[in-house]
């Protein structure tokens, strides 16, 4: 369960974006969806959103200048990339885009659950820092 955890979806395939939104909100997310990246900085500023997963590969704005950009507003944004076409190098592209993961549609579409919530849980595990040192 995950009421209460809300996902910016992003991608200029219309078909692809309710097919998505469709898994997650079975998943028990709340999914708000942008057909391009200036759409999802305007819905950023609107709504309180945990994650954001977008398409790389997207007229006008890419998926890493978006994330880039969404992150220097919202340090704590976990950002996640969708692309049909996996670059050469997928390490690179996340760190590029201060991404979490990098997922190849369709066939990782399979496991998003799972990466959604190993990338919200690794967020939360950095942002509470190091154990406190024991007293004494």
Same mark, same amino acid.
């Given at each position: 369960m995950? *009421? /209460?955890?809300? %996902? =910016?979806? &992003? !991608? #200029? #395939?219309?078909d692809l974006r309710e097919l998505v939104?469709?898994? =997650?909100t079975a998943d028990d997310y709340t999914v708000i969806t942008a057909a391009d990246g200036f759409a999802a900085l305007k819905m950023l500023k609107t709504f309180? @959103? #945990?994650l954001l997963l977008s398409d790389l590969q997207m007229p !006008?704005? #890419? /998926? &890493? !200048?978006? %994330? +880039?950009?969404?992150r220097e507003a919202n340090p704590t944004l &976990? /950002? &996640?990339? =969708?692309?049909?076409? *996996?670059t050469d190098d *997928?390490?690179?592209t996340? +760190?590029?885009a201060g991404a979490s993961a990098l997922l190849i549609k369709p066939s990782d579409l399979d496991h998003l659950g799972t @990466? %959604?919530?190993l990338a919200l849980r690794r967020a939360q595990v950095l942002d509470a820092g190091p154990p406190a040192a024991p007293a004494g």
């Open positions: 995950h *009421p /209460g955890t809300c %996902i =910016l979806l &992003v !991608d #200029d #395939d219309p939104r469709e898994l =997650l309180q @959103i #945990d !006008d704005m #890419d /998926g &890493v !200048d978006l %994330i +880039k950009r969404a &976990v /950002g &996640v990339l =969708l692309t049909a076409a *996996p *997928p390490e690179a996340m +760190k590029a @990466i %959604i919530e």
